[in-house]
């Protein structure tokens, strides 16, 4: 059964760097698609990008400047970078792994609050 | 990029009844990839239904998903206590890859 684990700081400073990472168990990053995705409080999901195996990515474009995504295989983690946040980057942040052919998420962490705020 | 509306925004009903949920894209989603999850409140999503119509892994045989093109549904046939949660929905395509609906809340009548 593969499960994912996020962790991190649970506050940041406004124009900070947010930096998360998702650990992973009973599966590899070496394999498959994952992704980051987040959930203001009270609203809906949105997907922040994934990395592949190949190490290669995709961001939305709406966080891409901002945005960076990074595997460590040897860890059999992956990690979420988001800089310059604001209070509109207070969400609860989940990481995911890609089912299928990569077109949806079958496994998610149990997500992490992170607030910004100073 | 692919805007997914959900109606009802609210689905009141109770325990046995069929619940119909509605998710259309502002543009036909290739390949039927489209994804419905529930989500129960202080719990992430779980995948139910992937590319239109196929059922994940455990997901009990109530919850039905069809449609294609830009119109789709899930279908709840009867009602158990622990249906009532939130209902996404999901398509892979054009940048950005992954857009979701807004989410449709089944509650108690």
């Known amino acids: 059964q593969v499960q994912l684990q996020e962790s991190g700081p649970g506050l940041v400073k406004p124009s900070e760097t947010l930096s998360l990472t998702c650990t992973v168990s009973?599966?590899?990053?070496?394999?498959?698609?994952w992704s980051w995705i987040r959930q203001p409080p009270g609203k809906g999901l949105e997907w922040i990008g994934y990395i592949y195996y190949s190490g290669s990515t995709n961001y939305n474009p709406s966080l891409k400047s901002r945005v960076t995504i990074s595997a460590d295989t040897s860890k059999n983690q992956f990690s979420l970078n988001l800089s310059s946040v604001t209070a509109a980057d207070t969400a609860v942040y989940y990481c995911?792994?890609?089912?299928?052919?990569?077109?949806?998420?079958?496994?998610w962490g149990r997500g992490i609050l992170v607030s910004v705020s100073s | 990029e692919v805007v997914l509306t959900q109606s009802p925004g609210t689905l009141s009903l109770s325990p046995g009844e069929r619940a119909t949920l509605s998710c259309r894209a502002s543009?036909?989603?290739?390949?039927?990839?489209l994804a419905w999850y529930q989500q129960k409140p202080g719990q992430a999503p779980r995948l139910l239904i992937y590319?239109?119509?196929n059922r994940a892994s455990g997901v009990p045989d109530r919850f039905s998903g069809s449609g294609s093109g830009t119109d789709f549904t899930l279908t709840i046939s009867r009602l158990e206590p622990e249906d009532f949660a939130v209902y996404y929905c999901q398509q892979y395509g054009s940048s950005p890859q992954f857009t979701f609906g807004p989410g449709t809340k089944v509650d108690l009548k």
């Open positions: 009973g599966g590899s990053v070496s394999t498959n698609y």
């Open positions: 590319d239109a119509s």
């Open positions: 543009q036909s989603v290739s390949g039927s990839y």
């Open positions: 995911a792994r890609h089912g299928g052919f990569g077109e949806n998420f079958d496994y």
